[in-house]
């Protein structure tokens, strides 16, 4: 059965209106995630809840069938239509703090607007004092006006124009060309919320509205809320960047995916949906069929349709950052995290333990002077038999000496040159272990120690076949290579590290610039002295200074060295900001020290010592514990604590301003031998 116009016109303007109100949703929901802390962004969700309230009433009245629910969505409809005075005059007024401009005549009049709009918003609803008894005659319903509603007409004018104003003037009070250019974005936007919540058929009166009128007005409404729609993702795309310190592109690219993903999509479900009567007739199929079938092929397809354009989508975003992104993108892939390094070498053991018919096999890796247990595979009691050796250090050094002219076997990269490799040494027999030392051959022949790997022993002297060892020795090189990679990927964490605070601070700069808020506002000092005690990796950075004590890039490169007590100390370290550190960490512990004699055996020395014995003096982990007696998964606790305190001492020098507080410390950093790497894992012998 064909449509009538009047039909078409009336299914058009609800399905337009039911866009709005998943437009203004989902902006709401993205405003909330993104960027709720920024006064201009909780008032533009604030505006956004009223548009969303304004048109689902109206997607609601198209589908009710009485009198009485007619007139109740209508009511409810002028919840969003009478506070949106004192919303479009809060937002305009937060966009005016951002350009740091304070007026408390303008902080009045906005809650003079709330109370009057809240005044307003209770008598819409519950008298017949602003809009009166329903005009209920279908497709088009409206309450008439009541004996206010021409002054509230008038203060909503008001409203609007002084807002407009405001917005205005803080276009004005902009120095950079694109902001000035948001601004008017913004000015453009604006206007939306206005144009599609003001009630026109009851300014218009039942006088003038009449059957003849019907196709007109949904024509105009339909033109109107096109409008509106286009107007709020204007507005929301503006407001997207106030508050928030990543960069423009990142904003841009996270706004676009969001639309992509969830009001598109809910969009063209909503418009399969609405086509769901025709499809039936012709197909013949019920409904509930009909209706699961078009929402999986929507969502499915869309989502294939975002993968498909994705590169298109970052060409318009990146532009002439792609090359850069796409490196970004690659190292994303590329990395291997702790738990990618264990998988890839418990895979490579579960084999050789499968090719030699071994029950059990691991891998350590060489860190300073230590070996880090990195990957086991075998029964339950297979590490702990492993810890159980201590001397496997040893082991190690025998078999480099025994072996110093050994197979080599070479790996090519994919353009012919040729990479760093693993020599490989015939394995040596050890307390029950194959054992083979994996030796990293640099481009210019320097050979490296990276760590061992180690398998149960078939017999006491190593037998191999020829297409054991053939097999045994590309796994070999393939693990010790895994342990090369990660080391150098560990050093671009650790660079990482170093510049995120400074990435993180220049944001907060850019951010604070264009957009400073009043509750948001950075005080100057905080941006051009941030200090690290405020950064959450401090106490790691205090952990990583202390390791390198006596030398090492986490003490010449570390963060720490920005703080302002260093720089107080820096003319007593020969201006060297290395020393100055070393000088701070030195007073920082010598505050933990007790008074008296030292003694190794009482607990209130327990956290001095163990500083003072690790870090100052540079034993090792397993000496350590023994004069002290205790067990060294007992003393890595117990230094974490050591650690802490340093922290806490530091932060106080760090807030202490006298310029007297370090004089009257003691000077005492003594002498000792170089530090070894600290690592919370495993160790062996």
Known sequence: MPFSTLELLVFADGLTASIIVILAFSLLSYTLTYNVGHPVARRFAFLLGLVMITYASEVSLNRVITVESAERWLRFQWLGIAL????????????LHTTNYYSPRRHRLSLSFGLLSIVSAVIAIFTPWIVGPIIYSPPISYLEAGPLFWPFALFLTLAAALSLHNIWKARSRCLTELSRRRMTYLILGFIAPGIGTFPYLIALGQQTIGESFSSPIFTLSILGNGAVATLLVVMAYTVAFFGVYTPDRVVRYRLIRFFTRGPIVAIVVILSIQTIPTVERILGLPRDVVLFSIITGVIVLSQLILSVTKSLVDRLIYREDREEIAWLRELDRRLLTTSDLRQFLENHLTGICELLQVPAAFVAATVGPDLILEAVVGPGNTRNRIISVKDWSDALNNALRQHSNGLIQRVKMEDGEIAPYIQYYAPVS???FWLWPLVEVGEDGKETVQGILAVDARTQTPIFTQDELSILRHMIDRIGLALIDRKLQKQVFVALRRIIPGIDRIQQ???????????????????????????????????DALSHYWGGPKLTSSPLIQLRVVGRMIEDADNDPTKALRLVLGRAIERLRPEGKQELSTPEWMLYNILEMRFIQGRKVREIAERLAMSESDLYR??????????????EMEQ?????ALSAEVDGAPPANPPVRNRESERLG
């Open 656 to 660: 202490n301003d006298r310029d007297d």
């Open 638 to 651: 117990k230094q974490r604590v050591a650690i802490d305190q340093v922290a806490r001492v530091i932060t």
């Open 509 to 543: 700069i850019r951010g604070v610039i264009p957009y400073a808020s009043e509750e948001q506002q950075l005080s100057a000092a905080e941006l051009l002295e941030p200090s690290p005690i405020h950064n959450p990796e401090f106490e790691s950075w205090v952990k």
């Open 84 to 95: 949106l005075p004192w919303a479009y005059y809060a937002f305009s007024n937060a966009v």
């Open 430 to 432: 050890h307390r029950g």
